[in-house]
């Protein structure tokens, strides 16, 4: 990502410096009770692990791993498994905390948690993968629990390894406890509608914001990065809406076409082409760091945090940015792109169509009565709506942007859950 990756590294250590300054902005618009910030301001709980895996050569390699609760107040924790070379513990617990303020704006019963791997997943073997996972599950048995801290994918991760980890969770506590974590496949558990879900709660939040701001889909472009579970539902679910969009892009390459990219065309390149685009001919390939300022009516960054920066922010040309990634933009970039009148739809509302179904997963694993894809869909897109209505109408009452306005949202119903709760 060309310069945007040294930005990246310069901004590593300080992504949970970027969530707090944020709370606190939020905070003081609202008077949150100093109490409850502090309470906040910290980690519940941090485990970090090394987990020695045989690999395939016969070696042994040790890997370090994360689980960090941030947040038990509005109900058990809940949050993806990321495997990642860059994961690290500032950026497990920005993460972390996300959670806790995504599912308070989504509404759930949950507080907020993230684990992750240091490692390259494209670097190992399935055998490698599974061993990995299944000692990371292990060495959580004491801490992952159906009504204490439920992981789910994210960056790296999927179904397969969801499946890996309730299977050892099952076999360490001696009973079938599907609802331990969700992102499961279908038929172990999982949920119709999970595996695209956050592409559709990027679409629910895009068709809203459009309708804010008066263009009608069918005329608007949209430019979309990152081609993985979240990036390319997101885009097919957009096309299917109307929009033109206009450009695609992940780690390998992207891909400009101003008269409208076929995202069928490209999904079908994707699943026959190791998940990755390079090569793809539905357009013509652009220089990776363009793509985030070329012209459209709606940005949706969907693959790395941190790529939004006081650098290429002034050259956006979006009117809409709506955060499918957890932090694409550093806080210095928010003002930048305010003053330039881009609404945001923060990552905490925009992304939260994930963990919403989950939600549902885990519910379904309870009753142990399953859901239709459309009824899945209804009640997600029901929960988005209102989500972004409260956002919405926060951003009004308090005159602030619709992330600080979103953190508003899930202060207000976290505030009162750790006040009920109270202190020792
Ligand atoms: P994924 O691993 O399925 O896909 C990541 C995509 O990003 C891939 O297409 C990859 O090629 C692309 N990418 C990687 N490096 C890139 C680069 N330098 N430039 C452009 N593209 C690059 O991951 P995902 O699950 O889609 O997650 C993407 C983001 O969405 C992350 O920030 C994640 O935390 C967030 N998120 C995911 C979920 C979920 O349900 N999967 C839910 C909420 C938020």
Redesign the pocket.
Known sequence: ?GS??TLTEAHHENLFASVLARLQTAAEKIQLKPQVLKVLSNCQKEIKVSLPVVMDNGNIEVFEAYRVIHSTHVGPSKG?I?YAMDVNDDEVRA?AAWMTFKCAVADLPYGGAKGGIKCDPKKMSVGELERLTRAYAKAMKNVFGVNLDIP?????T?GREMAWIVDEFNKMIGEDVPGVIT?KPINIGGSLGREA??GRGVMVNTLQALEKLKIDPKKATAVV????????HAARLLFEQGLKVVAI????A?IYNPNGINISDALQYVSKNN???KGFTGGHEIP?DQ?LTLPCDVLVP????N?INEHNAPKIQAKIIVE?????TLPEADDILNQKGILVVP?ILA??G??TVSYFEWVQNKAGFYWSEDEVNQKHDIKMKTAFGKVWANMEEYKVSMRIAAYITALKKIEKAVMDKGFY
């Open positions: 990502m945007s990756s993806g990321r993460l789910a994918p994210d960056m790296g999927s992102g879900a956050t990065q990152g081609f993985g579970n979240v990036g390319s892009g992940d780690h390998s992207s998940r990755v685009l990776s793509l969907a693959a790395l945090q790529v499918g990634a957890n932090g694409p990552d992304n939260s994930g963990v």
